[in-house]
């Protein structure tokens, strides 16, 4: 698909919030799909769908392409490959290293702020240790 079709589609989707799927990235836990499922929204983990193991810049590119918000715990990497991208369905970031159960209740955090966007096109969630979130484009 090319970036100009990608925008028109994306664009036509503004507003609608969390509707668009989420994939998780391979650092965190598998639990984290699992919340987001338990909300009701569609989610899968990069083990589930046989993206393991693959590259950043790969996840990066399928999340664009196929409509996802991103979720990772891996922010260096992901801001880069994230700005980038010229339009993207929305990168949440859990920023801390903390306990897998920690990690997993900052990213119910996650999920509370992105469900009171607006929109996720192209807006970045970080949340981090404290709870404190950083809603930006």
């Known amino acids: 698909m090319s970036r100009d079709n990608l925008g028109a589609q994306l664009a036509g989707r503004a ?23 338990g909300r009701g929204l569609v989610a899968f983990h990069v083990v589930w ?7 950043d810049w790969n996840l990066a590119a399928i999340a664009a392409e196929r409509d996802y918000v991103f ?14 991208l ?19 209740r900052l990213f119910g955090i996650a999920l509370d702020v992105a469900e009171q966007q607006d929109r996720l096109l192209n807006l970045l969630i970080e949340v981090h240790a404290d709870g404190s979130v950083d809603v930006r484009d």
């Open 86 to 104: 010229e339009v993207h369905n929305g990168l949440i970031i859990i920023v801390p290293t903390v306990s897998t159960a920690e990690r997993v």
């Open 15 to 37: 507003g609608k919030g969390l509707m668009d799927p989420i994939l998780i990235d391979g650092c965190p836990s598998p639990k984290f799909a699992s919340v987001a499922v």
């Open 71 to 84: 979720v990772t715990i891996n922010r260096r990497d992901f801001l880069r490959l994230y700005s980038q």
């Open 49 to 55: 769908v046989s993206l393991e193991g693959s590259e």
